[in-house]
């Protein structure tokens, strides 16, 4: 595992079973709210500290199921957290991301995300990365993820 990154994130479903993916700005990726953790930070600490960088939203640990770690890119792993939300809980058009970083091209500050969707598992692959998008179909199944939550 050594020199491989680790991404901490919240899978977050609603009462229908659709996921939460938010658009990284100037991409055509949607993903889950993610980010690696801060020295000494543990996974659910950065998942959460990442969710509410990413979206605004504010979970107790203590409702993240912990989904462990999952092989993601060549190069990187995912350490997901799973919950689901009630409409109360997680409205879209309140979402804001608190997370910038320079554009490329000419250094201004731009959100990480700039978008949000509730996206079902049929429709995961027209939207999540393609490594996202894998991950789903091959080794975390959303609608298995849904049975399981309460």
């Known amino acids: 595992m050594t020199g491989r990154t680790v ?4 899978v977050i479903l ?4 659709d996921v939460l993916l938010c658009h990284a700005t100037e991409t ?17 600490e950065a998942a959460l500290r990442e969710l509410v960088e ?6 107790p640990a203590a409702r993240l199921k912990d989904l462990g770690r999952f092989l993601y890119r060549r190069d990187k792993d995912l350490h997901l957290f799973a919950v ?19 554009r490329r ?22 939207f999540a990365s393609r490594s ?8 975390l199944s ?5 049975a399981a939550l309460d």
């Open 54 to 59: 990413e979206t605004g939203i504010v979970l």
């Open 84 to 102: 689901r939300v009630t409409e109360e809980e997680v409205q879209l058009d309140k979402c804001v991301c608190e997370s910038y970083f320079p």
């Open 142 to 146: 959303l609608a298995d993820l849904h």
């Open 28 to 44: 055509s990726h949607w993903d889950v709210p993610k980010g690696q953790a801060d020295p000494g930070e543990e996974p659910v």
């Open 105 to 126: 091209g000419d250094g201004t500050m731009i959100p990480e995300m700039d978008a949000y969707r509730w996206v079902s598992p049929a429709e995961v692959d027209e």
């Open 14 to 17: 609603n009462a229908q079973g």
């Open 7 to 10: 991404s901490c994130g919240v």
């Open 132 to 139: 996202l998008a894998r991950l789903f179909q091959t080794t």
